[in-house]
Protein backbone atom coordinates (compact mmCIF):
# COMPACT_ATOMS: atom_id res chain seq x y z
CA UNK A 1 0.00 0.00 0.00
CA UNK A 2 1.06 3.21 -0.64
CA UNK A 3 2.28 5.70 2.04
CA UNK A 4 0.03 8.51 2.46
CA UNK A 5 1.72 12.22 2.24
CA UNK A 6 1.29 15.30 4.24
CA UNK A 7 0.05 16.71 0.91
CA UNK A 8 -2.08 14.18 -0.19
CA UNK A 9 -4.06 14.17 3.33
CA UNK A 10 -4.39 17.89 3.59
CA UNK A 11 -6.00 18.48 -0.17
CA UNK A 12 -8.61 15.53 0.17
CA UNK A 13 -11.29 17.37 2.40
CA UNK A 14 -15.08 17.76 2.82
CA UNK A 15 -16.39 20.99 4.53
CA UNK A 16 -19.73 20.35 5.98
CA UNK A 17 -22.23 22.90 7.22
CA UNK A 18 -22.40 22.81 10.90
CA UNK A 19 -26.66 22.92 11.38
CA UNK A 20 -28.43 20.27 12.72
CA UNK A 21 -29.88 18.82 9.65
CA UNK A 22 -26.22 17.36 9.26
CA UNK A 23 -25.19 16.36 12.87
CA UNK A 24 -26.05 12.87 11.85
CA UNK A 25 -23.67 12.70 9.05
CA UNK A 26 -21.01 14.63 10.77
CA UNK A 27 -21.28 11.57 13.44
CA UNK A 28 -20.99 9.18 10.54
CA UNK A 29 -17.57 10.89 9.65
CA UNK A 30 -16.04 10.85 13.06
CA UNK A 31 -16.74 13.99 14.13
CA UNK A 32 -18.32 13.69 17.85
CA UNK A 33 -21.01 16.67 18.17
CA UNK A 34 -20.37 16.57 21.76
CA UNK A 35 -16.99 18.16 21.28
CA UNK A 36 -18.48 21.12 18.97
CA UNK A 37 -21.79 21.96 20.53
CA UNK A 38 -20.10 23.77 24.13
CA UNK A 39 -18.56 26.11 22.30
CA UNK A 40 -21.44 27.48 20.43
CA UNK A 41 -22.90 30.26 22.21
CA UNK A 42 -19.11 32.04 22.95
CA UNK A 43 -18.09 31.03 18.99
CA UNK A 44 -20.54 29.62 16.23
CA UNK A 45 -18.80 26.85 14.06
CA UNK A 46 -19.60 27.44 10.14
CA UNK A 47 -18.45 24.16 9.00
CA UNK A 48 -16.25 21.28 9.80
CA UNK A 49 -13.12 20.62 7.44
CA UNK A 50 -13.18 16.69 7.84
CA UNK A 51 -10.32 14.89 5.74
CA UNK A 52 -10.91 12.01 3.97
CA UNK A 53 -8.43 10.36 5.28
CA UNK A 54 -8.95 10.78 8.99
CA UNK A 55 -9.25 13.73 11.43
CA UNK A 56 -11.22 16.99 11.46
CA UNK A 57 -11.26 20.78 12.79
CA UNK A 58 -13.65 23.91 13.06
CA UNK A 59 -14.12 26.94 10.60
CA UNK A 60 -15.79 29.06 12.92
CA UNK A 61 -18.42 32.10 11.54
CA UNK A 62 -15.68 34.79 11.68
CA UNK A 63 -13.45 32.73 9.13
CA UNK A 64 -11.01 31.67 12.10
CA UNK A 65 -10.20 28.16 12.18
CA UNK A 66 -10.17 26.24 15.11
CA UNK A 67 -8.34 22.88 15.89
CA UNK A 68 -8.65 20.80 19.52
CA UNK A 69 -5.80 18.70 20.20
CA UNK A 70 -6.78 16.64 22.89
CA UNK A 71 -4.76 13.56 21.84
CA UNK A 72 -1.56 15.16 22.39
CA UNK A 73 -1.22 14.30 26.15
CA UNK A 74 0.99 16.33 27.83
CA UNK A 75 1.52 18.58 24.93
CA UNK A 76 -2.17 19.89 24.37
CA UNK A 77 -3.26 22.73 23.27
CA UNK A 78 -5.75 24.37 20.88
CA UNK A 79 -5.14 26.79 18.74
CA UNK A 80 -7.84 29.66 17.21
CA UNK A 81 -6.85 32.10 14.40
CA UNK A 82 -6.11 32.68 10.91
CA UNK A 83 -2.05 32.55 10.75
CA UNK A 84 -1.73 30.33 7.88
CA UNK A 85 1.86 29.42 9.33
CA UNK A 86 -0.25 27.93 12.45
CA UNK A 87 -2.62 26.79 10.36
CA UNK A 88 -0.48 24.70 8.42
CA UNK A 89 1.65 23.65 12.13
CA UNK A 90 -1.98 22.33 13.42
CA UNK A 91 -2.59 20.37 10.30
CA UNK A 92 0.89 19.09 10.80
CA UNK A 93 0.03 17.80 13.98
CA UNK A 94 -3.10 16.21 12.34
CA UNK A 95 -1.32 14.75 10.29
CA UNK A 96 1.09 13.13 12.87
CA UNK A 97 -1.64 11.76 14.30
CA UNK A 98 -3.06 10.36 11.85
CA UNK A 99 -0.13 8.27 10.78
CA UNK A 100 0.45 7.17 14.30
CA UNK A 101 -2.94 5.85 14.70
CA UNK A 102 -2.46 3.94 11.51
CA UNK A 103 0.93 2.10 12.73
CA UNK A 104 -1.10 1.16 15.91
CA UNK A 105 -3.33 -0.34 13.78
CA UNK A 106 -6.26 2.06 13.60
CA UNK A 107 -6.23 2.44 9.86
CA UNK A 108 -8.02 5.30 8.58
CA UNK A 109 -9.77 4.10 5.60
CA UNK A 110 -11.00 6.50 3.11
CA UNK A 111 -14.71 7.26 4.50
CA UNK A 112 -17.34 5.87 2.20
CA UNK A 113 -18.94 9.58 1.31
CA UNK A 114 -15.95 10.20 -1.25
CA UNK A 115 -15.20 7.42 -3.35
Known sequence: MKKLTFEEWKNHYYDVP????????????????????????????KSVRVFTFGSWYEILENGDHYFFHPYLGDKEYDYIGKDEKEIEKNLKDLFKYVTFK??????????????
Not at 102 to 115: A, D, E, P, R, V
Request: proline fraction near 7%; aromatic fraction near 12%.
Open 102 to 115: SKLGTNFSKNNLFY
Open 18 to 45: FIKENYDLLESMQVPIDCILPSQEVSPT
